[in-house]
């Protein structure tokens, strides 16, 4: 005989209401990106050909290396959440799924670090 | 074995994908070939960070047949991804979900995709030189 009360019978049961956030994050990060992609690839053309003082110079302006920041944040997240599906939806098997899970998701948080603090590094003249 | 006999779903191998699944399943490969080209943006900022040397050496990288290959696979990969990802967001609103218009949006995406990575080369070309 189960003695469990209905409510711990209910428990755990439903989702793990996590679904929202993860579909939310993934959306409001697209959204960001929309203006702030645009606006780097169009940086880009005009820095990219210069030398390593026309970037240094673009980068110390406060508004360009925040919105570049703000930028690389939001992508690396986009990305760790996109691979994460990515991963989840087609390896089968549970080893090889939590190691690229492990890898892609802190791989994301390094490299996603690693930039914004070299944009931080050139934007403070380090 | 009746087990083994359930009906299945699209099999892969002998069904012609219409165009928009294979929109569908572009949008996953193009993001992940667009983490690629991620790693390779922050590997030009640490570079960036580094110094002149390694600043000019992975430009010369890029500026390589290679590396331009990889820019106009990235860049197109990015207006793809960036049109579809717009069409997505329009379908959250719960608009724009029936046949037809699917069918309509997803010839949009190819063709917003290919101008914007047209116009993108144009101006970082021809408008760069000048």
Redo the contacts between chains.
């Keep these: 005989m189960n003695m469990n009360s209905p409510l711990s019978k209910a428990r755990g049961l439903g989702s793990a209401k996590e679904g929202a956030h993860h579909w939310k994050a993934q959306r409001l990060t697209a959204i960001l990106m929309l203006p702030l992609s645009i606006w780097f690839i169009c940086k880009l053309i005009c820095v990219a050909g210069g030398t390593h003082a026309d970037l240094v110079a673009w980068l110390q302006q406060p508004m360009s290396a925040t919105l570049l920041i703000l930028l690389l944040a939001s992508l690396f997240y986009h990305m760790a959440l996109g691979l994460q599906v990515v991963i989840e939806d087609y390896v089968q098997a549970t080893g090889v799924k939590i190691t690229l899970l492990l890898i892609t998701q802190f791989g994301s948080i390094l490299f996603g670090l690693a930039s914004i603090v070299s944009v931080l590094l050139i934007a403070t003249g380090a | 074995m009746a087990s083994n006999n359930r009906p299945l779903s699209p099999h892969l191998d002998v069904y012609r994908l219409p165009l928009t699944a294979i929109i569908s399943i572009s949008h ?1 490969i193009t ?2 070939g ?2 690629a080209g ?2 390779l ?2 590997c030009w ?2 570079a ?2 580094t ?2 040397e390694s ?2 050496k992975i ?1 010369a990288f ?1 500026g390589s047949w290679f590396g331009m290959v990889l820019l106009f696979l990235w ?1 197109f990969a ?1 207006f793809f991804h ?1 049109s579809n ?2 069409r ?2 329009f379908w ?1 609103t719960g608009r724009g979900l029936d046949k037809a218009d699917v069918e309509k949006s997803a010839k949009a995406v190819i063709i917003s995709a290919a101008a914007l990575t047209v116009l ?1 080369w144009f ?2 070309l021809v ?2 030189a000048s």
Excluded: P, W
Aim: net charge negative.
């Design positions: 996953r993001g992940v667009l983490s991620t790693l943006l922050a900022l640490i960036a960070a110094g002149v600043y000019d430009n890029l860049s990015f960036l990802g717009l997505h967001l959250d993108t101006i970082a408008g760069g």
